[in-house]
């Protein structure tokens, strides 16, 4: 509503600007403020003053979009992104020599009129009508409103249309709200704003911006003939931009010195010695966005801009929080740590290239707190040849690649962990055939249990590889029968639960389907998914959700506020005896099992390995009682067979876990762990069973894997999963069978542990 005096009617101030707004009407129609004719506009009579009247008191300055800067977890910058590429100054970091340069060219008359120029008007009147030109009128202030309009719009192309309309209504629209800047601001911070929200090409918004792209220095040091030519880009940046047509550029930054000395702002002789000089031109090319992340941080960057318009902590609609991170000024400490990273980096460079047929993924964990410390891939981030924006590291929603990757018998230990919860001993003992059916029937959580029925058979990787075995025995070797007889026992439930628990889901956010084979890692889970279940192990049993950010600061209207972030959730996922079981299981695989080539030998550290159906996956996940990582090497597309390969210029004859994904998560483990501290497991005894040590001993260099569950009839002498009662023995059990053998059903010989017989863990 409209301030009334006591005695009614209108006040002083809307009395001017009723006056002058029918004033800039009559003379926009006459001078065309620097616009074509009104008939050829379809300009309506409309901005009359009682539409003046009718316009909102209520014009608020918007936030400029600002760039927003990436750090890691010690402050160095890891990439700036930005809508708009600008950085907000007080004027007094402007140089003076730019404050004049924009006014004379500009608004020469800006410190003697109010919001409209009324001699500038009738000047433009004047010459137009003599010309037949169209010189404009606007002030400064009128400039600045227009680009509030603008800005406001943001990338919407309709609000942008709207907000630059060629019509008298607009006009008078931006002399209502040009009179209240005039009052509200005064003229140095018009000019200040004016500074910072105006467009000087080349993605530059903003003074400090342009002096940064055109001259690589901030715009406190811009010198004379540099501050004409920015000043001279802003009428028309495409026209004048000196990177692309400098003879035009240099004509207009003349031009401007020449009004400077008109206006008395420069003496004749400065003048004319700056047109004399050079441009001087020192170009810094735009450096947007995460393809400009050091230390190959570019996954883990985008992570970061995915995690913030994803999580309801920044808005509560995904429009909301867009609405945020395009307005940038934000200052993201993350939890990337730079050793961490550069390691990563280092070993995937020196084991895997990328224009090999095979990419390599890995991500760094710290157990207790979900930090993510590192994250990095073979093929760089980008879309030139062998580059790709796809992050293998992470789930689809993330921006992974499809829907992770098959873990192969990395899964295993989530099994193992599920049968320790239920009480089963560290010395659980299964007869693990070299062959069999999958157990059937089998519980889940539901009313109705699996059923093999289509005889589907799950093999071991080597035909020498058949029990009785123990859990130590089996996990350090990998024996696929032992696990799915191990899933039969304890039925599937706990171990969805226990998965549940550990965070894990497959790499399109859905649960795991409830099928043995899920302890053979049929299914896709993403590397971050596993070396965050991992740490549980390493934290003793306590799983903590994944972060990347520590703390978010925001620049807005030169005032800095702190802004909430996704916390880690802690919680227990196993007790503290059989996460220490669990660990020191996996400290066998490195020491004596498939592992071996990935362990480290200064400090404590477990690990499994895994390789996948027709070794389309190889993988190593392990950890330090301070660190977990998780190594993923295969093709993204699923197509290739890592047999007869060549990956980091060394060749292959087939892939193992601990062979190609083992060393990269030796190397990288070591160079995170320069310098820190190495503390130990609670290691418990198991002891080893009293049996023929070597019987059933593998080549001790494959992770025994599962597969297609390939269909056939076994042959053999051994009967599985016969106890009295499943009673135990010296705790030695054999559980009481929960599923029906063939009649007739024997275990013998099989030549079934190739390539072609199963899916490899």
Known sequence: MPKKRSGGGLSPTQQAAKFLGVSVLAGAVMAGIALPAAGALGLAAKGSVQGFDDIPDNLKSPSLSQRTTILDSKGG????????????????????????????????????????????????????????????????????????????????????????????????????????????????????????????????????????????????????????????????????????????????????LQRMAEVHDISQQQADKAKAAKLGLHVSRPKNGCITAVKGAGFFCKYVENVFLSDPVFGKTKEARAKVWNQGGLTIRTTLDPQSQASIQTSIKDHVYKSDKVAAAATLVEPGTGKILGMGQSKPFGTGKNETEYNYSVNYDMGGSNYGFPTGSTFKPFVAAAALEQGRPATQEYSSPNKMPYPSPVQTCGSKPWTNQANEQVPNESVDEKGPYQLKEAMAKSVNTYFVQMISDIGLCPVMNQIDKLGVVQGNGDKLPQVPSIALGAKGISPLTMATAYASFASRGMYCTPIAI??????????????????????????????????????????????????????????????????????FVGYTPNLSGAVWVGSATQQVKMRSIQIGGVWHDKVYGGQVPGPIWRDLMTGALVGKDAPSFNLINIPDPEKDKDKGKGDGQDDGNNGRHGRGNGNGNTILGTTIGGQSDGGVVTPTPTFSLPEGWIQGNTNSGNDNGGQRN
């Open 77 to 256: 910058q890891i990439a700036t992104v930005y809508s708009r590429d600008r950085t907000v100054l007080d004027l007094k970091d402007i140089s003076p020599s730019m404050q004049k340069a924009i006014v004379a060219i500009e608004d020469s008359r800006f410190y003697e009129h109010g919001a409209v120029d009324l001699k500038g008007i009738l000047r433009a009147v004047n010459q137009n009508a003599q010309n037949g030109g169209m010189q404009g009128a606007s002030t400064l202030t009128q400039q600045l409103v227009k680009n509030y309009f603008v800005e406001e719009a943001g990338d919407d192309p309709t609000k942008v249309a709207q907000a630059t309309q060629q019509t008298i209504g607009r006009k008078i629209r931006e002399l209502k709200y040009a009179i209240q800047l005039e009052e509200k601001l005064g003229k140095k911070k018009i000019l200040e704003n004016y500074l910072n929200i105006t467009f000087f090409g080349e993605q530059a918004y903003g003074v400090e911006a342009a002096a940064q792209r055109y001259f690589s220095k901030p715009a406190k040091d811009l010198n004379l003939q540099e501050s004409a030519l920015l000043a001279g880009i802003v009428q028309s940046p495409s026209r004048y931009d000196p990177v692309n047509d400098e003879e035009e550029a240099t004509k207009r930054r003349n031009t401007v």
């Open 550 to 619: 520590e703390s978010i600061s925001q620049q807005i209207g030169g005032h800095e506020k702190s802004l909430d972030v996704p916390k880690s959730t802690c919680s227990r996922a196993m007790s503290e005896q059989t996460a220490d079981t669990v660990n020191s299981l996996l400290s066998g695989v490195i020491d004596s099992g498939t592992g071996q080539q990935a362990g480290l030998t200064d400090r404590a550290n477990a690990g499994k390995t895994g390789t996948t159906d027709e070794r389309k996956n190889a993988w």
